[in-house]
């Protein structure tokens, strides 16, 4: 009888881990569907030179070099005023603003990423030496790091110099900081380097649940509130800040859900945006996102639901036949870029290995792995599920 209740108890015990770590087969498809795309990227990015926020600045920034800079996307000169603060046109984005320091982290973001995948696929430490070029570059190098701090994001003429919404560009960084919880264990990581890599990420932890700006986007009521708790999430984990883990595992179960999703599991803050439907992509990506980072057999967000039913799966199920046929979405077409989504969103390959559900992961082997529009790229922030699915040893 003992041996029968510690077997029942072992069956038991694997059943509830599947939707915390990826099932072999599917896990298998995601690495065959990803493989090609993923090396092809890393040949680029074995070319490629570091490329900070030093490279460039803007004399519109009240920062310094090191500092990052960037301007509110859908804020335009006025007409009737041309010298005069600049007015909102609500999802329409003004080409003319400072992006150079997004694309620099974008690009950051994208070389780390595609290193790591492939040192994932073959343990060439090639690869590990590429992409500690770039991280030593960003993090320590004192003539080229960037402050860990985003005083001046998303800033706009004549109106402020920063703002606490611009925090959601670092959510490029959340592949840098997997990369590095992946690439740190092999043979050619320099542990100093890592060390630096921690503090760094550390410092820039603090800042954001500290400053005024980091305490106003965490408070935010959509998608910025979302991927605040992303980003210290991913943050945390590579840190090993157990009680902020502890805090972002809670704050998706008692201000994100119940605050966001819907009974039916759509977001209706995203749905009255003027580009509903992107943004509600962007949504169900970033609350995948922080199930996939913060789940654990004890606490398990993947299942976790409110007492009314709301949970993850809820939403993926929700959106994910809109995603399969674009021409049933119910509302009006974004206002921009509406023909560019949807591509591989993180949601269906994140949510098809935790409830081991096919349909989902066929739907995301069929659209567009790498893509190429930068707003798309912008809004996209995990293209590398090989490095989320494989976790360090």
């Known amino acids: 009888m003992y041996t029968l209740i510690r077997f029942l108890a072992f069956v038991i015990g694997s059943c509830l881990l599947t939707t915390v770590y990826a099932q072999p087969s599917e896990r298998a498809v995601v690495l065959a569907t990803l493989k090609s795309v993923a090396l092809a990227e890393a040949r680029w990015a074995m070319q490629q030179q570091p490329i900070t926020v030093t490279a460039q600045t803007s004399p519109r920034s009240a920062g310094g070099k090191h500092d990052f800079f960037s301007e509110g996307d859908y804020w335009w000169p006025d007409t009737i005023n041309p010298q005069g603060p600049y007015i909102q046109r609500d999802g329409m984005t003004n080409p003319d603003n400072f992006v150079a320091h997004r694309q620099a982290m974008i690009r950051f973001s994208r070389i780390v990423g595609a290193l790591a995948s492939a040192y994932v696929l073959t343990k060439d430490e090639a690869y590990v030496r590429q992409a500690f070029r770039h991280l030593t570059a960003w993090f320590v190098d004192p003539a080229t790091r960037m402050n860990p701090s985003l005083v001046y994001a998303q800033a706009i003429k ?43 990420f550390a410092e820039y932890l603090t800042w954001l649940t500290t400053h005024p700006y980091g305490k106003d986007e965490m408070n935010a009521k959509n998608n910025h509130g979302t ?41 209706p803050l995203e749905l009255r945006r003027t580009k509903p439907y992107g943004y509600s ?37 929700y959106l994910h036949p809109f995603v399969q046929d674009k021409s049933s979405w119910p509302l009006k077409p974004d206002v921009m870029y509406w023909n560019d989504w949807p591509v591989a969103q993180p949601f269906l390959v994140f949510g098809a290995v935790a409830f081991a ?10 659209l ?19 490095i989320w699915l494989t976790e360090p040893q």
């Open 368 to 386: 567009e792995h790498n893509p190429q529009v930068e707003e798309v790229i912008r809004n996209l922030p995990i293209r590398n599920p090989i």
């Open 158 to 200: 004549g109106r402020a110099t920063g703002r606490g919404i611009g925090i959601i560009d670092t959510i490029h960084l959340m592949e840098v900081a997997q990369g590095v919880r992946v690439l740190e264990k092999a043979k050619r990581a320099d542990k100093a380097t890592v060390a630096a890599i921690r503090r760094w």
């Open 227 to 267: 991927c605040w708790v992303m980003q210290v999430a991913a943050f945390a984990r590579l840190t090993n800040n157990d009680s902020l883990m502890r805090f972002c595992r809670n704050r998706y179960k008692t201000i994100l859900l119940p605050d966001q999703m819907a009974v039916d599991g759509s977001f």
């Open 281 to 317: 992509l962007f949504n169900l990506d970033a609350m995948t996102t922080i199930c996939q980072i913060l789940s654990t057999p004890s606490d398990n967000l993947w299942t976790y639901q409110t007492p009314d039913g709301r949970g993850i799966r809820k939403g993926i199920a």
């Open 357 to 366: 559900q096919r349909d989902w992961l066929d739907t995301w082997k069929k």
